[in-house]
């Protein structure tokens, strides 16, 4: 949990992974049950859960409670029957609250409270977090009464860790391990008693100890409410709605300087064997009498019809995901700027095979008229990698019909709708909606409200952010079956970049060489062997593939000649230099016939020859297309080249030859040679962290936007089945990224941006049967790369589609991100300007600066189990706040922001 680099790990005393499999708390069922078995409601149904952080709170030798933490300075423990470390040998530090998201309205229980923008997830709920600084677990359910006489006897059961108190359509029916008297929406819940968290001897122990001894503390943490009998008087005919708030229990100082029985030295408290958290959802059933007149939630339910609901854009739908049968439809509400695209989302569901599914926008009208023509309905496909499958490529036509899933009796099919908001738009609200339709059904108009705030983003090709985005020119010859290099083979590439550019993509991959990381058999760059027996290289397809790429990314950063591979894979190799030979391909003018060969062997006369052949035949090339400035030769690994090898590839450059690397490790000069593109993981020397110096202790702030080095974080932990959240968020948490012990304020350093990402390395690799295996990248395998291969981290950005590249839910999840990070650099250079400091006034800048301090927090927090967390956060207000921010400074400050990049003191 430690790569969690936030604000409250580092408040926290200890981080904690759970007692989750406590005796008394069995997992749910998933999936849907019979109506006839008296279950309304349960763990397996689906809940909208918004929860909300704080600093850890601990219980004090004083007897009060306060947010605070254990420094334990020495674990040394020369008797082995010590109990806890000598009171000389630790101190307890107050803290700062910190709470996040600051603010939930006090009505959030009420039945007509708008819970749209909530996640709609499955319990439990911090059954098996390792996170003591989950404050607050709020959830909301609906179930149905057709006639309130004839609801039975319904009685609700809920077990949990914490407090908890249960609402009925917005009143209080009954609570449990809470103070008495009007309930704080923040109370602590009853303190444990000491015995549950030691051994008779005082010592902590392991949580999965299931010894006769144990085994009752373990069940003693558990507590519940048991058959709480819901008033008949205060239930509704229609909708009804159950809510649920489970507040945490402090924890004692004493849990963290305990030590475990025997040994020498004592071990953490913090270790992952002894933590539990105490706040949880672990389970929870509504259950009348079977035939009562109540409609259960816990499945499809037939009968129901068309309908649609809403669900955030930035949380998968997956096709397990049963048709909603009481979530009533909200507006579709967007903020946005001029120039940008912004996304909502509606899923449509019923019991019947969906035929005919068509959606209609409106114009948007308000202080002007948006033309509906700006906005974009896709349709998700069920192409989503890993299990269960999810809905993550978006075509812009509607399947012909969407079938049942029997993962629950039902159809369902996710809407992404986008607004472009045009660049002469008026500032305002304007409304409008978009008609859903059907054979057989009623058509369905969702509103759609959209906010243009009174900013413009630049275009993209202006973004300061460099995303690095491989294409793979033969996965996608190959995945439509197309010759490679073909007119076909060009329009589907015209398609890819197409879907490229919004994504800010900046760099071009050319290779030189065959066989190479990226899977292609035979180089973009070929040769023609001339009747002198001279080879002269053959630019012809790298000309036709940067035209295609440069209408859609008009100023590429980098163009990467791929002329270097080592001899065979990679791992941790560090500065290991060695060559492989250099692997050319020759073609055939006349026939167009492509044959292998090895080129000049390195440091040979032929050699410097070869290759100042290619770079003096390059150059024309780029500088036709203003692209001189952007050739970098690549590609260094952790294997990196000889001084002989680059020597030979740098020959006829003057000194002015710069290089690309992707690596684990920071590289800026090798061999003599200048690193201008530096893509590193955990070797990049930085990582995201807090700004504030009695939270991180080092605090302060960095600005990757303004390091003249170009440098990227590889996310490698990012996969194609990393959430929504993530890929939203992980530029902007990386941008900020800094090393400790620098200025408080540190200009010039930190990363520009992500690299490494594949653009559309499908599965496409087939093996000698037939059968695809994988995706092109590392299928030779003394190219395989070792942990640097692409297929560790995201091979595709882009979907597949039926007649080329689809943009995803994830790629659109990144797009949104970098369109907030371009905003926040506005932000960021007009606080570092010095001038604005009087044009804009101190209260302006305290606020850039809460805004932005919070925006990074909630970024460090958003991974894992804070995905839930950060859905349910209120990020589309604090978008709001960002892009009202910056149309603020640009009426005040009348001008681009000039940023004094000057490293200086808090």
Known sequence: ????????????????????????????????????????????SFWR????????????????????????????????????????????????????????????????FDDSTWARLRGPMFEDSANERWKLILMRGRFEVTDPAKA???RLSLAFRGGAVVYLNGEEIARSSLPAGPLDLYALAEAYPEEVYFTDEGYIFPRKDRSQAQRPRLERRIRTLSDVKLPAGKLRQGVNVLAVAIHRSANTYKFFIRFYKGGTWGHLAHEPVALWTEIALLNI??????????????????????????????????????????????????????????????IVGDDQPIKGLKATASDLTGPGTIAASAVEVRYGVPDGQGQPTWFDSLDESAPAEVPIYPEHGGAVQPLWITVTVPADARPGDYTGSVTVSAEGVKPVAVPLKVRVI????????????????????????LAYNVPLWSDEHFKLLDRTFSLLGPLGAKTLYITCI??????????????????????????????????VAMKHLPRPRGVILYCWEPPESQGHAGERAWDKPVLITVVAPATGKMSPIVGPAWGTP??????????DGIQPVLKKRGLEKAMLFGLIGDSRPTKLAMDDMANGMNGEDHWAIHSHYFCDKWQGHDVAFVNALWGIGISPRDPSRSIDGHGGYAFGWSNPLWLSYYPREMHISSTLVEHRVKLEAWMGARKPYTPFVAPGTGARGLGRLGGDFWRVYKDRRGRVVGTLAGRYP?????????????????????????????????????????????????????????????????????????????????????????????????????????????????????????????
Request: with cysteine; glycine share 6%; hydrophobic share 40%.
């Open 152 to 154: 039975g006897n319904l």
């Open 782 to 906: 003394e190219a395989a790369w070792g942990q640097l291969d692409l297929n560790f981290c995201v091979p595709y950005l882009l979907g597949k589609g039926p007649k080329g590249a689809l943009a995803t839910v994830r790629s659109e999840a990144l797009r949104l991100g970098l369109q907030e990070v371009e905003t926040r650099i506005y932000l960021e250079q007009a606080w570092l300007d010095d001038e604005a400091k009087t044009l804009l006034g101190e209260e302006l800048m305290a606020r850039i600066r809460a805004a932005l301090d919070e925006r990074i927090r909630m970024c460090l927090n958003a991974q894992g189990e804070g995905e839930p967390w950060f859905i349910s956060s209120g990020w589309n207000a604090r978008t709001e706040v960002l892009f009202s921010l910056a149309a603020e400074i640009s009426r005040k400050l009348g001008r681009e922001p000039t940023p004094n990049l000057t490293p200086r003191a808090q």
């Open 1 to 44: 949990m430690r790569q969690w680099q936030s604000l409250f790990v580092m408040l926290a005393s200890s981080i904690i992974l759970c007692a989750g499999d406590s005796p008394a708390a069995p997992a749910p069922q998933a999936g849907p049950k019979p109506a006839d078995t008296g279950i309304i409601l349960d763990t397996a």
């Open 454 to 477: 009174d900013w413009t983003l630049p275009p993209v090709e202006r973004y300061v952010t460099t995303l690095d985005i491989i294409q793979s020119p033969e996965t996608v010859a």
């Open 514 to 547: 065959r066989r190479t990381h990226f899977g292609n058999e035979h180089a973009m760059v070929r040769w023609i062997r001339g009747e002198d027996d001279e080879l002269t290289p053959d630019f012809s397809i790298v000309e036709k593939y940067l035209d």
């Open 606 to 615: 032929e050699s410097k020859v070869f290759w100042k052949k290619l770079t």
């Open 49 to 112: 859960f918004r929860t909300v952080m704080e600093t850890p709170e601990l219980r004090l030798p004083d007897g009060q409670t306060d947010h605070a933490r254990v420094v334990v300075k020495s674990w040394a423990r020369k008797d082995p029957t010590e109990v806890e470390v000598p009171e000389a040998n630790y101190t307890i530090e107050r803290l700062p609250m910190v709470r996040l998201p600051s603010e939930t309205a006090a009505d959030w229980m009420a039945p007509g």
């Open 285 to 346: 059933r509504l259950v009348t009498a079977p035939g009562s007149a109540v409609v259960p939630n816990v499945g499809l339910l037939k009968g129901r019809g068309f309908k649609v609901w809403n669900q955030s854009v930035i949380q998968k739908v997956l096709v397990p995901d049963y048709p909603d049968p009481f979530s009533p439809l909200a507006p579709i509400r967007l903020s946005g700027v001029r120039n940008g695209t912004f996304a909502g989302q509606v």
